[in-house]
């Protein structure tokens, strides 16, 4: 079983801390505090977060390594070798919390696995930023992050959320924003209530609230740039039909000539109940008449 322990004098961590995603105003003091006193910064840009640096009047105190999706099976072990040796490591993205839809994974996983002190300091989130400004339920929530970039990939994966109750979270690239609209509205239906949050705590910060179809044809009709954020509602609750009205379906179908077997599979999977439970009860229900 693993354990959180706290950190014991002496001994190294990796601490995951989040960076603004927009308004520079939002860096922790914390986050100040690392940035000068870790030994090493690993970054998914250093340009980047020099340039943050710079913008937040901080001097990164210790080593700057870059640390990306197409680098971290490489740079992982030297991270945590740092780690062994009691030094601290900070691992930052370009925005935002590292592990949630950024680099971070690996490493937290890896020092998991090998024992080692693993902490946050935490901050800055688009996800739940996106969720609080979108007026939709929040509590309860799931992240999907970028949806599959190939039309039919997409649409399939779309459909699959068909039925998810809980308000969900993505991330979209402004080019493919309409077309991905355009996708749930086919997956979710076009008056499915949803938010597109750009550009958060940013100058031009913009939440657009309205049905899926309407949003879709929005996003097509001009360009829309920006960091964007799309938060969807979680679909309706069924209505459970009583046993008598499933029953009734099931022997309206099979009097037209449906074989009572395909009939009740159907009706099942639609309603959501036991096919053995539902034949049963249609046939108590035919041989009573």
């Keep these: ?18 960076t603004p995603i927009g308004d520079v105003a939002d860096a922790s003091p914390r986050l100040r505090r690392l940035l000068e006193e870790a030994d090493v910064v690993a970054a998914e840009d250093t340009r980047r977060l020099r340039a943050l640096a710079a913008r937040m009047g901080v001097a990164v105190g210790g080593r700057v390594v870059s640390h990306h999706e197409h680098n971290e099976a490489a740079t992982t072990p030297e991270l945590l070798d740092v780690v062994r040796g009691g030094g601290t490591v900070v691992v930052v993205t370009d925005a935002g919390m590292p592990a949630v839809s950024d680099p971070g994974f690996r490493v937290v996983a890896a020092a998991v696995e090998a024992g080692l002190t693993v902490t946050a ?36 994966a779309l459909t699959a959320l068909e039925r998810e109750p809980r308000t ?9 924003l309409a077309a991905t609209l355009a996708d749930m509205a086919t997956a979710f239906g076009a008056e499915r209530p949803a938010a597109v949050c750009r550009e958060l705590t940013k100058t031009y910060e913009e939440v657009v609230r309205d049905g899926l179809g ?15 954020a799309v938060v969807v509602a979680g679909a309706p609750a069924r209505e459970v039909a009583s046993e008598a009205d499933l029953v009734a379906e099931v022997l309206a179908r099979a009097d037209g000539g449906e074989r009572l077997k395909d009939a009740v599979a159907e009706v099942a999977q639609v309603a959501g109940v036991p096919k053995r439970d539902l034949y049963a009860a249609a046939l108590a229900a035919r041989s009573g008449r």
């Design 168 to 176: 969900m979270v993505f991330f979209e690239a402004p080019h493919r």
């Design 1 to 18: 079983m693993a354990r959180v322990t706290p950190q014991a004098p002496g001994t190294g961590r990796l601490v995951l801390a989040a």
């Design 214 to 228: 309407a949003l879709a044809a929005w996003a097509a009709a001009g360009e829309v740039r920006g960091e964007i």
């Design 121 to 156: 300091a935490p901050g800055p989130s688009a996800v739940l930023t996106a969720l609080a400004l979108s007026g939709l339920p929040t509590d309860r929530f799931c992240f999907e992050g970028f949806p599959p970039r190939k039309p039919g990939e997409r649409l399939r």
